[in-house]
């Protein structure tokens, strides 16, 4: 009798460990599934800026084609010849200033990508170990049941005796 209460207690200590661990990985889950929707949200964000780094760069790429157009053209005056010198300069500047934001941007939606990537194989892997704590504590629980019908079942006996 004083077996199947030790053994009983012994199995209720183990779901009881279960469940904390279940409960565990849900809450790590639900974290880590914030976490990517929160990196999700940061790559729609940076593709955002990539798209309007791109657009900047062919606007710079176009006024600058223009202004060697014309420097190329040749114009009468010394003075027309130096302002467009100083617009190819700052739209070379220009130029170089968005082709900087372009790589720096691509560089970070890669990582974001990166970083992405594994925080899902991290929610999958915790998905894996919470359906097999799940299925541990329903055996647990149906071998405490059983335990539980077979010390009434012994109980009962008893007392018939």
């Known amino acids: 009798m004083d077996k199947f209460k030790e053994k009983l207690n012994a199995l209720r200590g183990e779901v009881d460990v279960a469940v904390a661990r279940a409960d565990a990985a849900d809450t790590e889950v639900k974290k880590l599934t914030e976490e990517l929707s929160q990196r999700d949200h940061e790559i729609v964000s ?3 800026r990539l798209q309007r780094a791109e657009e900047d760069l062919e606007k710079a790429d176009v006024r600058m084609a223009a202004a060697k157009v014309d420097l190329d053209e040749g ?22 200033s968005a082709e900087s934001n372009l790589r720096e941007t691509t560089e970070k939606l890669r990582q974001m990508d990166v970083k992405a990537e594994h925080f899902e194989r991290k929610a999958t892997q915790f998905e894996g170990e919470r359906d097999a704590l799940e299925k541990k504590y329903d055996e647990l629980a149906a071998q405490h049941k059983n335990v539980q019908k077979e010390l009434e079942d012994t109980i009962a006996s008893l007392n018939d005796m």
């Open 46 to 48: 940076l593709k955002a």
């Open 75 to 96: 114009e009468n005056t010394k003075t027309v010849g130096e302002t467009l010198m100083r617009k190819v300069s700052l739209l070379e500047t220009e130029l170089d």
